[in-house]
């Protein structure tokens, strides 16, 4: 037989509290293994969020530097070429930024036109730096320099350098040098754990800036293998040795903008430190707190264990017939059992109590007093409870007589009103209304006492220190004992006004700049005419928007745009007077509503032009732009009204019409709108109705065809260019419709008609030998290009045409691709992947640069024809035609050259390297039908001439 282990519960229960520690212990050791673990990684992503957080400070004062720089660049003092003005501007830009030292302007040449160091027109030696000038004319970029010591400034410096350009094309270079100290200052900013160093390094492996003894390092070489990491343009952790022989993790960081890295070195020892020290602590602390585990089962243990025995003790006595409580443990269980063994002895005790119950009749008799007790208290209560009510309600309680004495007041009144109790005795409403009229308000009180029933309003009352609120007051007339009374609640809605002032403020006013948007602007202006028609006078409203403010917006950030747009509503509300009204229109456009003029027009006029004038003056001020000193100007429209029947979209059609003229006369002017522009206007809108029908039909609108030709002056293929024939005006060219069908969106429709003649074309050319070979070019503009279903419409006419998509060439113009840049991107790859070429029309005339012509899938890039015009004549223009052929050849795209019309210009062009070319030597754009006969001839004529060459 098997035997069996015979322990008391003591011994029992000192084996389980030993046994449940194992798994705890077991535990624990598992825990800080995997912290030790888990301490690493953290180490490494700390160091990778420093390197991080130091690239982003640097980026971020080489962006500050190098927007200043580009907004000098910008200014209209550099695209004048207004020297002695941008040297001004340079001089008090270095005012602002005194980590900037020097600011240069330099030529093609490299020769200094000027330098801030020395007064203007001083003899300056040539601009350091040669190979930087090279390139920033060369791409049209900006370049940041790498480390030198200046002869004029002898400290560490770098120096930014941006393109000042002219009808696109770079005259100078504009440089800015700056103390490296500032990236220094950046990476001490950064406050890395001591003994951490971070260090700013160059592409060729110079430290520009540490955050410690950077006198002693700042223009030194780097260590080989940062250097290697570096010139790799690798990012990262790697484990090194430093030169003292210091284990150390590196991480380098890489700033793309200025081809610069943050390095970051930690030494092993110092991260492991950390680490070692918490593992000691959680293992002693981990050890302590099982010992103390222990311990408390072992007492939990003995003292359960004593319970048990006490019970056991207990139950022997109440065996015996003794009457006691049983003691109650902390085992349900056990006291579950205690409870039925007491059970029967309790039901005994109860039979006995029973027996003595008697005198019943007594006891009901006090039940009644009982009650009785209550309902006086009830009523006590419920006095008191209107009583606390009118303490404690929180609107203002009042009663007033019919003649509005003032007859009894809660504690929240007076304190609403900031009265004592004895300050109000025979006080009457007229002493805390606002407006009290004896006659108006009293009667209406009176009223609503005979009408004996509930009312609310709103009202104003005064407090005892004379400041006003508004409030709503709820009130009832009673009549009691033939007198009549009025019960009135006052309620404080300061808070509610506020609210309702501030939903009003955000309806009727643009949050940018606090002034009136155009839903108030528009309510205004219906209020402006009536007032001008009932006077008998004349207004006027001035439409404008600021000139280049995409171009600020582009290069110096929407933060600027919306300052200078701040700083703009600040000044214009100070040029007129109180009752007109300066609204935001949207975007950067304003609207000036002017009232009550004169009487008599001309004066109106004149009285409205010196207004404008002098908003024109105010806004042409230098803005301060945070760091940044920016120039700024408008161009304004205006037109006068004084009939309530004009309607408010004629007259803002009319001021935005007057400002395009006076865009047109030149930026920083005026114009008053005439007349003839209205008829201008209505010339438009009639064309842009007729323009819709001829969309309806399929005849009006046709594609003609201009030839065009490889280097040995072979047919390749043609433009397909839109006409329209108008039922009266005969054929419109595109130059008069375009822009019109851009405006009011018929672009898109006009768009989807163009692909779709293009492809039908493309398919009749395929059936015949002579044409199947040719290739089309339509033209995209910018709204359908980036309309969503652009490529689903591509993709569907070739589909339905089934043309060799390779055969389709759509051109595209550099400023539809430089907005939205990523989406353009995304969508050429789209058009390259259906199988369509691309080409970039007017090559020359944007912002050309190399930069994103090498990220855009494209096959080919067409020479502006403004540059072909003057070829022989003008060296620039030579010049530029050269570069691009190049640009073109260096990227691997074919390049053809539009608008030659001169034998000489395409033998220039052709030498030159030019793969192909339009123009009128080879070709104007012509019909369909006549298009085929050239295409026939010229193949008659290739034919004879290979017949002939065959003969010789
Ligand atoms: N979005 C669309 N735009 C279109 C479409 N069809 C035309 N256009 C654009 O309208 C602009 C004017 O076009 P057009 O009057 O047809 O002028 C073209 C040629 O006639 C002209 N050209 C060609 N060779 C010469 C020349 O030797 N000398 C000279 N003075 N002019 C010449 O150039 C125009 C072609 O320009 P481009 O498109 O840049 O190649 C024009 O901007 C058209 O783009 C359309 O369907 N959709």
């Known amino acids: 037989m098997r035997r069996r282990l015979r322990l008391g519960i003591n011994a029992w229960l000192i084996l389980l509290s030993l046994f449940s520690a194992i798994p705890i212990v077991l535990f624990s050791g598992f825990t800080i293994?995997?912290?030790?673990?888990?301490?690493?990684?953290?180490q490494i992503s700390r160091l990778s969020h420093r390197a991080v957080a130091a690239a982003v400070a640097v980026e971020q004062r080489l962006a500050a530097m190098s927007a200043m720089t580009r907004g000098l660049a910008l200014s209209d003092a550099a695209l004048q070429g207004d020297v002695p003005a941008?040297?001004?501007?340079a001089t008090r830009l270095l005012k602002v930024a005194p980590e900037a030292r020097l600011i240069t302007l330099i030529d093609a040449e490299g020769r200094q036109i000027f330098n801030t160091a020395v007064p203007l027109g001083s003899a300056i030696p040539p601009a350091s730096q040669g190979e930087v000038v090279r390139r920033v004319f060369s791409t049209g970029l900006p370049v940041v320099s790498d480390l030198y010591t200046g002869v004029v400034v002898a400290e560490p410096t770098i120096s930014i350098n941006v393109p000042v350009s002219r009808e696109g094309r770079v005259v100078y270079c504009l440089r800015m040098s700056v103390l490296v100290d500032i990236?220094?200052?950046?990476?001490r900013d950064q406050a890395v754990p001591p003994g951490w160093t971070v260090a700013l390094i160059s592409q060729s492996g110079v430290i520009i800036a540490r955050n410690h003894e950077a006198e002693q390092f700042v223009g030194e070489r780097s260590r080989d293998d940062i250097f290697e990491a570096i010139a790799s343009r690798r990012e990262g952790v790697f484990d090194s040795v430093t030169h003292e022989g210091t284990q150390v993790k590196t991480l380098v960081q890489r700033i793309p903008e200025a081809d610069w890295a943050v390095v970051i070195g930690a030494p092993v020892a110092?991260?492991?430190?950390?680490?070692?020290?918490?593992?000691?602590?959680?293992?002693?602390g981990g050890a302590l707190l099982v010992m103390v585990g222990m311990a408390a089962s072992l007492w939990l243990a003995r003292h359960l264990a004593r319970q048990v025995s006490d019970l056991a003790v207990a139950s022997t006595t109440l065996d015996a017939g003794e009457e006691r409580r049983l003691p109650a443990t902390l085992i349900r269980e056990l006291d579950e059992m205690g409870a039925a063994l007491g059970n029967a002895r309790s039901r005994e005790i109860q039979v006995c109590a029973e027996l003595s119950e008697s005198k019943t009749t007594e006891a009901m008799l006090a039940r009644l007093v009982e009650e009785l007790r209550l309902s006086q208290a009830q009523v006590i209560q419920s006095a008191g409870r209107f009583q606390a009510l009118l303490k404690t309600a929180s609107d203002g309680i009042h009663t007033l007589d019919e003649?509005?004495?003032?007859?009894?007041?809660?504690?929240?009144?007076?304190?609403?009103?900031?009265?004592?109790?004895?300050?109000?005795?025979?006080?009457?409403?007229?002493?805390?209304?606002?407006?009290f009229h004896p006659d108006t308000t009293l009667a209406s009180l009176r009223f609503q006492v005979e009408e004996q029933e509930g009312r609310i309003f709103e009202a104003k009352f005064r407090r005892r220190d004379g400041t006003v609120f508004d409030v709503e007051i709820s009130c009832r007339g009673v009549h009691v004992d033939g007198m009549r009374y009025l019960y009135a609640a006052a309620r404080d809605i300061t808070e509610r006004k506020t609210a309702e002032a501030k939903i009003q403020q955000l309806a009727f006013y643009d949050s940018l700049t606090h002034l009136p948007n155009r839903r108030l602007l528009l309510e205004r202006l219906t209020q402006a005419k009536a007032l001008v028609s009932r006077n008998g006078t004349h207004g006027a409203v001035a439409f404008f928007d600021v000139d280049n403010f995409k171009i600020l917006n582009d290069t110096l950030g929407h933060r600027m745009g919306d300052l200078l747009l701040a700083e703009i509503a600040g000044r214009l509300k100070a040029c007129v007077r109180d009752t007109d009204t300066v609204a935001r229109f949207g975007g950067d456009e304003f609207v000036i509503v002017l009232e009550d003029l004169s009487g008599d027009v001309e004066e109106a006029a004149l009285r409205a032009d010196g207004i404008v004038e002098k908003v024109l003056e105010h806004l042409a001020e230098p803005y301060q732009l945070e760091n940044h000193l920016h120039f700024s100007t408008v161009s304004l429209g205006v037109t006068l009204f004084h009939d309530k029947d004009v309607t408010n979209d004629d007259l803002l059609r009319q001021a935005d019409?007057?400002?395009?003229?006076?865009?047109?006369?030149?930026?920083?002017?005026?114009?008053?709108?005439?007349?003839?522009?209205?008829?201008?206007?209505?010339?438009?809108?009639?064309?842009?109705?007729?323009?819709?029908?001829?969309?309806?039909?399929?005849?009006?609108?046709?594609?003609?065809?201009?030839?065009?030709?490889?280097?040995?002056?072979?047919?390749?293929g043609a433009?397909?260019?839109?006409?329209?024939?108008?039922?009266?005006?005969?054929?419109?060219q595109p130059d008069e419709f375009i822009p019109l069908a851009e405006a009011s969106g018929l672009i898109l429709a006009l768009g989807t008609r163009v692909i779709a003649m293009a492809c039908d074309q493309l398919a009749a050319w395929s059936r015949d030998p002579v044409t199947s070979h040719l290739a089309l070019a339509i033209n995209v503009s910018a709204r359908q290009f980036r309309h969503p279903g652009f490529i689903g419409e591509v993709e569907g006419a070739l589909a339905r045409s089934k043309i060799d998509p390779r055969l389709l060439k759509l051109e595209l113009t550099e400023s539809l691709l430089l907005q939205e840049m990523d989406d353009a991107v995304q969508k050429m790859r789209a058009l390259e992947n259906l199988g369509v070429s691309l080409s970039l029309d007017d090559f020359g005339t944007g912002y050309s640069s190399l930069a994103y012509l090498?990220?855009?899938?494209?096959?080919?890039?067409?020479?502006?024809?403004?540059?072909?015009?003057?070829i022989l004549v003008d060296a620039n223009d030579a010049t530029i035609a050269k570069t691009i052929i190049v640009l073109g050849k260096s990227l691997g795209l074919s390049v053809i050259a539009e608008g030659v019309e001169e034998p000489g210009q395409w033998r220039f062009l052709h030498d030159e390297g030019c793969d192909q070319a339009q123009g009128f030597l080879f070709g104007r754009p012509m019909p369909a039908e006549e298009f085929l006969v050239h295409v026939r001839q010229r193949s008659r004529m290739s034919s004879l001439s290979d017949g002939l060459s065959l003969v010789h």
């Open 33 to 42: 293994y995997r912290l030790g673990v888990s301490q690493q990684n953290v």
């Open 86 to 89: 941008l040297y001004r501007q």
């Open 183 to 187: 990236f220094s200052q950046a990476l």
């Open 270 to 284: 110092l991260l492991n430190a950390g680490l070692m020290q918490s593992l000691w602590a959680m293992g002693i």
């Open 403 to 435: 003649h509005g004495n003032l007859l009894e007041t809660s504690d929240s009144f007076l304190r609403m009103l900031g009265y004592e109790a004895h300050e109000m005795e025979g006080m009457a409403v007229g002493d805390w209304y606002v407006d």
């Open 657 to 716: 019409l007057a400002m395009y003229q006076a865009k047109a006369g030149g930026r920083n002017t005026r114009r008053f709108f005439d007349p003839k522009m209205q008829a201008g206007l209505a010339a438009q809108s009639a064309l842009e109705s007729d323009l819709r029908a001829a969309l309806e039909n399929k005849e009006s609108l046709v594609l003609h065809y201009q030839p065009q030709v490889d280097r040995r002056g072979g047919l390749i």
């Open 719 to 732: 433009e397909g260019l839109l006409r329209w024939r108008h039922p009266v005006k005969g054929i419109v």
């Open 854 to 870: 090498k990220r855009l899938p494209l096959s080919q890039i067409k020479i502006d024809r403004s540059f072909v015009r003057d």
